[in-house]
């Protein structure tokens, strides 16, 4: 978890056309281990797993504020502190959905549990990190 949580911290940057990056590719791998790790040791192995990307996605934030980029005449931080804010509450928020939802659909059918939560999650996560980094 804490690779595909640097991964996608790094990748971000670059872009994918005009309305995607790099990072969007790599973070739904996130979900996919974190429901791996759920059903093959239980939803309390996916909480720890959940909490060391949260803490790899702190530190990667932390380090990206204090790196200063120089443009237009102006000089500003790598990563934006809402954007920071943004990142790790709507990670460990859909995740943590994530694993409850897994666990909760874990006795029907094998596939539902992964699906309903990843598309759960993934809608949260979005809806999250737009509506704090990005709002007014």
Do not use: E
């Not at 005009?18 to 791996?36: E, N, Q, R, S």
């Amino acid at each position: 978890m804490a690779a595909i949580v640097v991964a996608s911290n790094i990748l971000v940057q670059f872009l994918l056309g005009p309305w995607l990056t790099w990072g969007a590719l790599t973070y739904p791998i996130a979900f996919l281990v974190t429901d791996v790790m759920n059903r093959v040791y239980g939803p309390r192995a996916a909480r720890r797993v959940v909490f060391a990307g949260f803490v790899v996605g702190v530190l990667c934030s932390l380090i990206g504020s204090q790196i200063m980029l120089a443009g237009d005449g102006f000089t500003y931080p790598a990563v934006a502190l809402r954007v920071a804010i943004g990142s790790g509450i709507a990670f460990l928020t859909a995740q943590m959905l994530d694993v409850a939802l897994f666990d909760a659909l874990r006795q029907r059918s094998w596939w539902l549990p992964p699906l309903v939560s990843t598309l759960v999650g993934s809608a949260v996560d979005t809806a999250l990190f737009f509506t704090i980094a990005f709002s007014a």
